[in-house]
């Protein structure tokens, strides 16, 4: 009892001397209500009850009972207050470690203040470490940043968060969510330096701002003077932006964006640009006000956006932009009730009638606040059957009004003078407008959609045949065109060779164009004039004057060509005739054609051209005359459902006719005259027969190929054993033996080949004019023969053996009769004539196959188990040998 009363005493006494000396660990004894202490393991252990007060070296810590291990760590419980020059920590129970100068802090409410970096921090676990300036919150704590000022504060909550005060580095991980009167985000993962002002979000972040939305997978966020200054979303970036424009806050315009990387610039927390990379993409969609709707799509290599007041004035389109716009209204339209009766009413639907103008081009500005669309350098607009192409391209959207320029636009008052137009010299791109099947092209255009009417300066228009060409070009109706110092020609050469050129011209669509006074002009050189002209312009079958043309100036050798008149007869027949002249030899060529049709009946035409050719012979000093001819005809025939011809023609008169007149490619370089006549008659469901007559012409080697005729028969399938027998429910039930069946189907072709063969001798002779002719001895040889091939099936099923096995039998027979006709060809091959000759050939096999399955369960990598299908066959042949007369089936092009 006496020690126990003199360690008291001893404790009391250095309680007393900590009151005016600091201790080397930091902590010093200031008050507690109730005060014990004893001695373990040579460390002082003080309990110490009720208001316990401690100091620190820069502050003080509060609590309702602290068990202190003197220069060690101190236990701290009920109200833990650590107050610090620095921060402040209150928690329901806290550790303190003296040496590691770094605290545990626990409660349904941890609070931790940094004074210093404006920082404060609530949960229910902490981790604070005053040497290093580092705490570690979990279990979902609550972060505030430029704390307490209401105005400027940014929190943040996330499943555990860390803080670096020496590095100014905060790092938030699981579910963060951070809010502030600017902007709000969500993100798997954020770090924020306070130093760089930067804040980067990790893990499917999304952002919120107003009403409008960002997401990516890294969204950096940068601040300047505690604001937002820039925002960079990188890889899959996507921006919606949703901008009120009324004071009701009833109507919105809403814009989306997505590309690789989206970067937002603020200006004192002000968004006033955004700029979207690498395939961009953007929607506009603007408030809707009443039934008109309006909506916008543009793509392209980089977009930007240029932004006032929050609001996006113009949005700009680089590399490959191509954009679609569309507007339109919707109409209420009433829809009568199926029936009359007294308790049905009339309902309503809302119908959308919709606008689109599709455009592209290689930039696009887009300009919200006066409704412009700008496109330059190569630019396209389409709208319905209306196309557009030039360098550059104006749309006024609210005014559906389109300028179009062939070069940059120039600075001119009078855009209807010929200055304007010469202005725009030289075409970098020239105007084109396309409606259906006009062209239009120019120099400057202006058009309205919704009036239809427009003009275009120095422009040609391409209309069937013709092209029209005009200083101005006015659009007085749907219909109706107005040109001023026209032009007219069939030539399309940039600088026609002939053309007709009227100072007033008047163009009705799909009827004629009335031009006064009409001068002729070959060259730049006027021919003959006209007080005025109707050109016909009707579309479709019509009768009237062809257009004709002229070629061929530059080079000496000039013609006019189809100068004629087409007859359209009737409904069922039409025919045109025409001529061509060629200077260089007096060649006049008359052409003529005739088409006919009766539907489901019977098609077809005839054509053919007659040529006289007059040149000078310089050798004999005299003309010579020559006639040449070309006719050709199709003819399809159905005579009754089951019964069909057709019929083609083709001769001429020499083998060069249409390499010397046809500009037409195919037909010069076309070396075969052919005519056939194709025939094919079915009888019931399953006998045919067809067959066809042909003969073909070479014309560089002067053979001949006729067949007459190739043939062949289709007969029907023949079931040997019955096709099977039918059950209860009508379905066709068949045995193996039900499955063999039988073809028949022979051919018979009847062959004639003659050619010219030359000989090595040349001879010289002198025609009736005295010119020498080179001739070479030549005579006809010929090959002929008849053939009729048999070639029946026999198909046999597939057999199941034992459940597990298939055999697939087979077995063919073939057979060729040969008639050879004695020809030159046929007694130098030895063939005898006299004879007829018979081939044949015949096979047999069999095959037999299985399948064969394995399962294994491997049970790694995520695969569960993997099946294996062994398909093991063996088959066998039986073909024998038999080659009878090979001379004669390689003579006939082959046989059995």
Not at 487 to 509: G, V, W
């Amino acid at each position: 009892m006496k020690y126990k009363a003199v360690s008291y005493i001893l404790l009391l006494f250095i309680l007393c001397l900590s009151l005016d000396a600091k201790e080397i660990d930091s902590l010093i004894f200031k008050h507690a209500d109730v005060l014990e202490g004893e001695l373990i393991n040579g460390y002082l252990v003080t309990v110490l009850t009720g208001n316990v007060i401690l100091l620190t070296d820069s502050g003080k810590v509060t609590c309702d009972k602290a068990i202190w291990k003197r220069g060690q760590d101190a236990k701290l419980y009920g109200h833990v207050r650590i107050d610090d020059v620095k921060y402040m920590l209150t928690a329901d129970s806290a550790f303190y470690d003296i040496l590691g100068n770094e605290a545990l802090a626990f409660g349904e409410q941890v609070e931790l203040w940094s004074y210093k970096d404006s920082l404060y921090a609530v949960g229910t676990h902490a981790y604070y470490n005053k040497g290093k300036e580092f705490f570690y919150m979990k279990n979902r704590p609550v972060f505030y940043v430029n704390y307490p000022d209401s105005s400027r504060m940014i929190e943040v909550i996330a499943d555990e968060l860390q803080y670096d005060a020496m590095n100014k580095k905060t790092e938030a991980v699981g579910d963060v969510i951070i809010t502030s009167k600017q902007m709000s985000s969500k993100s798997g993962c954020a770090m924020m330096n306070l130093e760089t002002n930067n804040l980067d979000l990790f893990d499917n972040p999304t952002a919120k701002k107003d009403e409008s939305e960002i997401s990516g997978k890294l969204i950096a966020i940068t601040f300047d003077n505690k604001v937002i200054s820039k925002i960079d979303v990188v890889d899959s970036a996507h921006a919606e932006i949703n901008q009120l424009v009324d004071s009701n806050n009833s109507l919105v315009d809403k814009s989306i964006l997505s590309g690789d990387r989206i970067i937002f610039n603020f200006y004192s927390g002000l968004l006033n640009g955004i700029k979207c990379y690498g395939q961009a993409y953007s929607w506009y969609y603007p408030a809707q006000r009443g039934s008109e709707f309006n909506e916008n799509s543009i793509s392209g290599d980089t977009i930007k956006f240029a932004i006032i007041d929050e609001r996006i004035t113009t949005i700009q389109v680089e590399g490959g932009a191509v954009g679609s716009y569309q507007s339109g209204k919707n109409k209420i339209e009433q829809v009568l009730p199926d029936s009359l009766s007294q308790d049905s009413v009339v309902a309503q639907k809302i119908v959308s009638q919709i606008d689109t103008v599709d455009y592209r081009s290689s930039h696009i500005e887009y300009d919200l606040i006066d409704s412009m669309i700008i496109m330059k350098k190569n630019s396209w607009v389409k709208s319905g059957t209306v196309s557009l192409s030039a360098y550059d391209i104006q749309f006024d959207t609210e005014a559906r009004i389109v300028k179009a320029f062939s070069a940059d636009e120039v600075n001119i008052e009078d855009t209807t003078s010929e200055d304007y137009s010469l202005g725009l010299q030289p075409n970098t791109i020239p105007v084109v407008l396309r409606d259906k099947d006009e062209e239009v092209y120019g120099d400057f255009l202006e058009y309205s959609i919704d009036s239809e009417k427009g003009r275009i300066v120095q422009s040609k228009s391409n209309y069937d045949d013709g092209y029209y060409y005009g200083n101005k070009l006015f659009r007085e109706q749907e219909d109706v065109f107005y040109v001023l110092d026209g032009h007219y020609t069939t030539c399309d050469a940039d600088e026609p060779h002939f053309q007709f050129r009227s100072k007033n011209m008047k163009l009705i669509e799909n009827d004629k164009l009335i031009a006064r006074p009409v001068v002729f002009y070959i060259e730049r050189i006027p021919i003959f004039i006209l007080p005025y002209y109707v050109f016909p312009l009707k579309r479709g079958r019509h009768s009237g004057l062809l257009p004709f043309g002229f070629g061929k100036f530059q080079r000496g050798d000039r013609y006019v060509n189809n100068v004629g008149y087409y007859w359209a007869a009737s409904d069922y027949m039409d025919m045109q005739a025409a001529f061509d002249y060629h200077e260089q030899n007096r060649t006049l060529t008359f052409k003529s054609r005739m088409n006919f049709k009766k539907l489901y009946v019977f098609d077809g035409y005839v054509s053919g051209e007659y040529a006289r050719e007059t040149s000078y012979d310089e050798l004999v000093a005299n003309e010579r005359e020559r006639t040449r001819w070309v006719t050709r005809a199709i003819y399809n025939h159905t005579i009754t459902p089951t019964f069909h011809i057709k019929a083609y023609g083709d001769f001429q008169s020499d083998n060069t006719y249409y390499q010397d007149y046809s500009n037409n490619l195919d037909d010069r370089l076309n070396r075969e005259t052919k005519s056939k006549l194709n025939f094919s008659k079915r009888f019931g469901k399953s006998t045919a027969i067809s067959g066809e007559l042909s003969h073909t012409v070479n014309l560089d080697e002067e053979s001949r190929v006729d067949q007459l005729p190739s043939m062949g028969v289709s007969l029907p399938t023949i079931w040997l054993f019955g096709s099977g027998k039918k059950n209860d429910e009508g379905k066709l039930e068949q045995k193996w033996y039900n499955k063999i069946t039988f073809r028949y189907s022979p051919r018979i072709l009847n062959y004639s080949n003659r050619s010219t063969i030359d000989s090595v001798f040349i001879t010289t002779e002198l025609d009736s004019l005295g010119v020498p002719i080179n001739d070479t001895t030549s005579h006809r040889s010929r090959r002929e023969y008849a053939k009729i091939s048999h070639n029946p099936s026999l198909n046999l099923p597939n057999i199941k053996l034992f459940k597990y096995f298939q055999i697939n039998p087979s077995i063919s027979y073939s057979e060729t009769w040969f008639k050879i006709y004695e020809t030159d060809q046929s007694l130098l091959a030895g063939i005898n004539a006299n004879e007829t000759y018979r081939t044949y050939q015949y096979n047999a096999g069999a095959s037999l196959k299985t399948n064969l399955y394995g399962t294994i369960y491997p049970n790694i990598f995520g695969v569960s188990g993997l099946r294996h299908v062994i398909t093991p066959s063996m088959s066998y042949g039986y073909a024998p040998d038999i080659d009878r007369h090979p001379l004669v089936r390689s003579y006939a092009g082959g046989g059995a």
